[in-house]
Nanobody, 124 residues
């Protein structure tokens, strides 16, 4: 069992940056593929980014490629999402997820463990 706790959300202006953090409980963090998803009001939850267990191999949604960076610090049981050049369309609740088999798995059904989410609001 893995418990995930996100932090770092807030209200920012377009063009600003935010870094989200997700701390995982348990001793097997380094063995999990980690991902970030987001859900905007009235929309389905969508894949944002994922990172492999080691070597920093990543996958991104086209909508965030070049602006967002996912990274992980295994000794700290933490995964990060650095979000630069934010746009109003990035406004959503951002969720940390763990446990997919591979970073190419971008369905929320591929991730058995989820955090409670953190709100990011980008004003124009």
């Amino acid at each position: 069992q893995v418990q995930l706790v996100e932090s770092g959300g807030g209200l920012v202006q377009a063009g600003d940056f935010v870094r989200l953090s997700c701390v995982a409980s348990g001793r097997t963090f380094s063995s999990y593929v980690m991902g970030w998803f987001r859900q905007a009001p009235g929309k389905k939850r969508e894949f944002v980014a994922a990172i492999q267990t080691s070597y920093g191999v990543t996958n991104y949604a086209d909508s965030v490629k070049g602006r967002f960076t996912i990274s992980r610090d295994n000794p700290k049981n933490t995964v990060y999402l650095q979000m630069n050049n934010l746009k109003p369309d990035d406004t959503a609740v951002y969720y940390c997820a763990a446990g997919a088999r591979h970073i190419i798995n971008i369905s929320q059904d591929d991730y058995p463990y989820w955090g409670q989410g953190t709100q990011v609001t980008v004003s124009s």
